[in-house]
């Protein structure tokens, strides 16, 4: 059966709303306990999301270093915005790549559009498959921080 081109451009449109939808349900669900609903973190337990990705991913290794904080996790210091978070962040391989994609998209464009760069892309399936491919270490994962700062 041909479907109506209207009805197939209805739902390529929603489609893209019900990723973004996921996103935001998934961040609800399993990050904001520790980020927060706002992304504005908890002292001296999760650094902040809000106002601190647009910039980092700006930088080929900031763009790995999120979804590769994801796929394997990591422990240790870390400073952001001043202060000095010692935790764990768990890794979320559980989630598929899709689904990995969703939160973090919506996490850039709900907390930090303000600094996201004319041409921002939003980060795709493929990143994360990479990405879990690769499965960074945690030395690398700090050194694409430090390198994207």
């Not at 935001?24 to 999760?46: E, F, R, T, W």
């Not at 991913?57 to 010692?86: D, F, M």
């Not at 996490?107 to 990143?127: R, W």
Request: charged content about 15%; hydrophobic content about 40%.
């Amino acid at each position: 059966m041909k479907l109506p081109r209207i009805f197939a451009l209805f739902l390529v449109l929603t489609a893209g709303g019900a990723l973004a939808a996921d996103g935001k349900a998934i961040y609800d669900a399993n990050c904001a306990s520790c980020h927060q609903p706002d992304g504005a973190g908890a002292v001296g337990l999760a650094p902040p999301l809000a106002g601190t990705l647009g910039k980092r991913i700006t930088t080929p290794a900031g763009r790995q270093y999120v979804p590769g904080v994801l796929i394997s996790g990591l422990a240790g210091k870390l400073v952001s915005k001043g202060v000095t978070y010692t935790g764990i962040m768990p890794s979320w391989q559980q989630f598929s790549d899709e689904e990995l994609a969703g939160v973090v998209n919506y996490v850039l464009t709900t907390y930090n559009a303000a600094e996201l760069q004319p041409g921002h892309q939003p980060y795709v399936v493929a990143e994360f498959a990479q990405m879990r491919e690769k499965k960074p270490s945690g030395k690398e994962l700090k050194a694409w921080r430090a390198e994207s700062e």
